[in-house]
């Protein structure tokens, strides 16, 4: 399917490019040096001029230096420019200058958009507004005012919620388009999440790339064509969200069905045997009450039937880590709700008041006042041994151990001795989480002592999240007993985030042609199946794209080498991508992951068992012989590849 064609079919037809190349009036006043000098090269009359302009009578020179540097000003002698000739235009000679430049690769893209059959519209940064067509591409440059300020996503995202609010149903492609690498890279995750948009409906580009036109290709082909899947997701959000509601509105009217005499028999019938609070029991009791409503909504299980019927394979592949969307899912999966616990301790039900609970978690005082943490703990004693406070003080209660560390886009939960990892939020910033992996192995015990300083205020810990019923029941009975594990989730994402490099054979030496992703984590993942059999390898859609780009440019540089022939084949074929963005590899009985060698095109129509070995896929502690490629390398009489393509773990 053509460009066109793919853009035809998901309705694709206007693009909104808003950028200061397409700014009608400077955004920003004249500088004092500019003004002076324009002052220099007009006579009397033409000052006079300027005072009826900016309303100073019997202007002086210092008058208009400083009037003409505030931005009112500014345009209104803009506005005039052409009474003033060649002053007037050398005034404003850097403005156009800056326009014509920052224009060349916007036109260049919406060219090219306009052969595939999409118009584009032009916008300055203060002139978007009546505009003729709803968009499904919006083009947003980061900086839209070059006033010297930190470069922040501020005026992006309010530029995109302007899109929203002037079409409200509009759901479009969103770029975010800079000449600036570095700090388009660093804001990226930033402006999705302040946009509240899709991380799959938005890409940060470079403006160099407009003028590549087999980059925007493979750009749109790869980005347009799930389009249709993202307006159904959230359609079903929107219907999520409203069964929720109606959820909401059904526990009210239950509970206020409930009369005093019915809290008096739940006390007596089941509270007080619990020896629970009956505010503690009624909670619990309703919160498992709304699952039950939400879990009654056609909706719920309309948006499952989606997601089953997605091709998990052809889905975009921007990043394998961990992210906080993610995090922040799982992690309410698995904890209770601080907001719980501080109510508990209002109600004097709290550590302080000799209160403990099975799944309870600690760090320690001084790391948590530092923000970084490296200990955590949680309690693993019997539920049934803790709810007497009285009788607690004549036990001890044991703890189990666990490292933390600061999740990013390399973290790998894992579920380690029957054990998950647990993600839990900073307690210091709100974007940022945690990872707990406990140690089965690590106990402690708090005696009386520990119990005694929590109510003083004096202990060395301070809790920070509770493990919900089952997680802590499967953390107590790995503690305890070699037991059968017990069903609750699986770790949200079991892919390892990967770095890549790249090399190829120059027939003596290993030449690296990408190495921009080493230490990357969202370049690339590995899953190895639970029965050892196989693996899913998974390389990000831009990293493969990037990749087949350099290898082909060394190519055209190395063109008399014996490998070239079967390198450019492997290289044009169309599966060569396809089996580099995700691959299933079956392993050989009894071969262990490290031994394994990886040969991504094996099986594909048209290239020979011969040429599939001159490609292959090594993971971090290989043990084969391509263990130790490296840029610079000599090539060993056992390396037969022409191209290897390394795997590194994630920092």
Not at 158 to 179: A, G, H, Q
Not at 412 to 436: A, C, M, N, R, V
Not at 577 to 606: F, K, Q, S, T
Request: glycine share 6%.
């Amino acid at each position: 399917m053509s460009l066109s064609e793919l853009f035809a079919s998901v309705g694709v037809k206007t693009a909104h490019f808003i950028d200061d190349a397409f700014d009608l009036v400077p955004t920003k006043g004249l500088s004092q040096e500019d003004v002076q000098h324009f002052i220099d090269r007009i006579d009397l009359a033409a000052l006079e001029r300027i005072g009826e302009i900016t309303g100073i009578a019997d202007i002086t020179d210092a008058d208009a230096i400083e009037a003409l540097q505030a931005l009112e000003h500014t345009h209104s002698v803009f506005n005039a420019r052409a009474e003033f000739g060649a002053a007037g235009e050398a005034l404003f000679s850097d403005f156009f200058s800056d326009r014509s430049g920052k224009k060349s690769d916007l036109e260049t893209l919406i060219a090219f958009l306009k052969k595939v059959g999409v118009e584009s519209e032009r916008f300055g940064v203060d002139s978007y507004h009546d505009c003729k067509s709803e968009p499904q591409l919006v083009f947003i440059d980061l900086r839209l005012r070059e006033n010297g300020d930190p470069i922040t996503t501020a005026d992006a995202v309010e530029v995109y919620k302007k899109t929203r609010e002037m079409y409200p149903e509009c759901k479009p492609f969103v770029f975010l388009m800079s000449t600036l690498t570095t700090p388009l890279k660093n804001v990226r995750e930033s402006f999705f999440l302040e946009a509240q948009i899709f991380a799959s409906q938005f890409e940060a580009i470079s403006k160099h790339h407009f003028r590549d036109e087999e980059e925007m290709q493979a750009v749109f082909t790869n980005y347009i064509r799930f389009m249709p899947e993202l307006h159904r997701l959230y359609e079903r959000i929107g219907f999520i969200e409203s069964a929720i509601s109606k959820a909401a509105v059904n526990v009210g009217n239950t509970l206020r069905s409930l009369d005093l005499p019915d809290y008096f028999v739940l006390h007596h019938n089941t509270a007080a045997i619990e020896k629970v609070g009956l505010g503690t029991y009624i909670s619990d009791l309703l919160l498992e009450y709304l699952v039950n409503e939400v879990e009654s909504s056609p909706e719920l299980w309309n948006l499952a039937a989606e997601l089953d019927s997605w091709k998990l394979q052809k889905l975009p592949r921007s990043r394998f880590g961990l992210t906080y969307a993610a995090g922040k899912i799982y992690s309410g999966n698995m904890l209770h709700s601080n907001f719980r616990l501080e109510s508990e301790a209002s109600r004097g039900l709290g550590p302080k008041d000799g209160y403990f609970y099975l799944g309870d978690v600690f760090f320690l005082k001084n790391e948590y006042i530092s923000g970084n943490p490296k200990k955590a703990y949680v309690i693993a004693t019997p539920a049934c041994d803790l709810v007497r406070p009285e009788k607690l003080r004549e036990r001890t209660i044991f703890v189990c151990e666990g490292r933390v560390k600061k999740v990013t886009l390399a973290t790998t939960p894992s579920g380690d001795g029957g054990i998950p990892t647990t993600i839990i939020s900073s307690p210091k910033e709100k974007l940022k989480q945690f990872s707990i992996d406990w140690n089965k192995k690590r106990l402690h015990t708090w005696h009386v002592e520990e119990m005694s300083a929590f109510e003083r205020n004096e202990s060395d810990y301070v809790r920070v999240g509770r493990l919900r019923p089952l997680y802590a029941i499967q953390l107590q009975h790995a503690i305890t007993a070699d037991l059968s594990r017990i069903g609750v989730q699986r770790a949200p994402n079991m892919l390892q985030p990967m770095g890549i490099g790249v090399f190829v054979s120059n027939g003596t030496k290993w030449v690296a042609v990408d190495s921009d992703d080493v230490n990357e984590p969202c370049a690339a993942a590995v899953a190895d199946a639970e029965d050892g059999k196989q693996a899913l390898y998974i390389i990000s859609d831009a990293t493969v794209r990037r990749i087949r780009k350099k290898i082909k440019a060394w190519l055209d540089r190395n063109a008399t080498l014996p490998s070239y022939v079967t390198l450019k084949k492997i290289v044009d074929s169309e599966a060569f991508e396809e089996r580099l963005m995700y691959m299933i590899h079956a392993r050989a009985e009894g071969v262990a992951p490290e031994d394994d060698i990886v040969r991504p095109m094996e099986g594909v129509d048209g290239i020979s068992e011969d040429e599939c070995s001159k490609i292959v896929l090594v993971r971090p502690n290989s043990t084969t012989a391509y263990a130790k490629v490296n840029g610079g390398r000599d090539i060993s009489t056992e390396q037969e590849a022409f191209l290897v393509i390394s795997l590194f773990k994630g920092k």
